[in-house]
């Protein structure tokens, strides 16, 4: 992470970079609210609303176009590797999000931990048939709650673990 970021810093603002981590799959607003606010020295509230808005900026063309593009990557190795493990790893938390529904859809992308957030939340409703509707709703507000969680953790105003 420390090497995207050196990388970024030649290129964008710190403003932007928070953007740019929020939205990316690996980090989300997992690694971009405490980077905003530690490296940076955002208030919360800047962190905050960065890196929730770069979050919430993959939300649409992944729900709107993973079908078609992780169909086409699958026709390739790497592309099949990933994607491949991605859903397996994401259907291993589809029984609580099938069982909870929207409820489920939304503490799936709301709890901080690997592997769930906008993006794989995005995956969960694209292998669950939810609707556009329901699972944009749904991730927003999870996204939402995980940047409060994530945001309140990174001041040490909770402790998770």
């Given at each position: 992470m420390t090497g995207i970021v050196d990388f970024l810093?030649?290129?964008?603002?710190?403003?932007?970079i928070t953007v740019i981590l929020g939205a990316?799959?690996?980090s989300e607003l997992r690694g971009a609210?405490?980077?905003?606010?530690?490296?940076?020295?955002?208030?919360?509230g800047k962190a905050f609303s960065l890196a929730v808005l770069g979050n919430?900026?993959?939300?649409?063309?992944?729900?709107?176009?993973l079908d078609y593009f992780s169909k086409w990557c699958m026709k390739f190795y790497?592309?099949?590797?990933?994607f491949t493990w991605w859903f397996n790893r994401t259907r291993k938390h589809s029984a609580k999000i099938e069982k909870y529904e929207s409820l489920g859809l939304i503490l799936f992308v709301a709890i901080p931990l690997p592997v769930t957030g906008a993006w794989s939340g995005c995956a969960a409703a694209y292998l669950l048939g939810i609707k556009f509707r329901h699972a944009f709703l749904s991730i927003m507000l999870g996204v939402l709650i995980a940047g409060i969680v994530v945001t309140l953790t990174s001041l040490g105003i909770i402790k998770l673990f």
């Amino acid at each position: 992470m420390t090497g995207i970021v050196d990388f970024l810093s030649k290129i964008f603002s710190p403003e932007m970079i928070t953007v740019i981590l929020g939205a990316m799959p690996v980090s989300e607003l997992r690694g971009a609210i405490p980077l905003a606010l530690g490296k940076f020295h955002f208030t919360a509230g800047k962190a905050f609303s960065l890196a929730v808005l770069g979050n919430f900026l993959p939300i649409v063309p992944l729900l709107l176009f993973l079908d078609y593009f992780s169909k086409w990557c699958m026709k390739f190795y790497w592309g099949n590797r990933f994607f491949t493990w991605w859903f397996n790893r994401t259907r291993k938390h589809s029984a609580k999000i099938e069982k909870y529904e929207s409820l489920g859809l939304i503490l799936f992308v709301a709890i901080p931990l690997p592997v769930t957030g906008a993006w794989s939340g995005c995956a969960a409703a694209y292998l669950l048939g939810i609707k556009f509707r329901h699972a944009f709703l749904s991730i927003m507000l999870g996204v939402l709650i995980a940047g409060i969680v994530v945001t309140l953790t990174s001041l040490g105003i909770i402790k998770l673990f």
